[in-house]
Nanobody, 124 residues
């Protein structure tokens, strides 16, 4: 059974940092493409970042480029999202997602499994 469990969310002041973690189980993590999405209040879920199986390929939404960093630790079956210089508009529920296909995914429908989400709130 595939499980993705996020942690690390919370309340932070604008300009602060948080690191999200997502621990995976029930599938071959080291060969899976992973991604982070977020859903702001009252809005659709949106792409934040993705990472290839080796960690070399990484892509970001323009809104977070230069502030967020996605990484993975395959032996620990964990993917991370380091978020720096946080802004109030980064407030959202953040979701970890896994994709079985060998290519990177960009849309919600490209991913096969999802975590339960972790709330990030950035106060101004």
């Amino acid at each position: 059974q595939v499980q993705l469990v996020e942690s690390g969310g919370g309340l932070v002041q604008a300009g602060g940092s948080l690191r999200l973690s997502c621990v995976a189980s029930g599938f071959f993590f080291s060969t899976s493409m992973m991604g982070w999405f977020r859903q702001p209040p009252g809005k659709e879920r949106e792409f934040v970042a993705n990472i290839g199986w080796s960690g070399i390929l990484r892509y970001y939404a323009d809104s977070v480029k230069g502030r967020f960093t996605i990484s993975r630790d395959n032996p620990k079956s964990t993917v991370y999202l380091q978020m720096n210089s946080l802004k109030p508009e980064d407030t959202a529920v953040y979701y970890c997602a896994a994709r079985k296909a060998a290519t990177l995914g960009w849309e919600v429908g490209d991913f096969d499994s999802w975590g339960q989400g972790t709330q990030v709130t950035v106060a101004s």
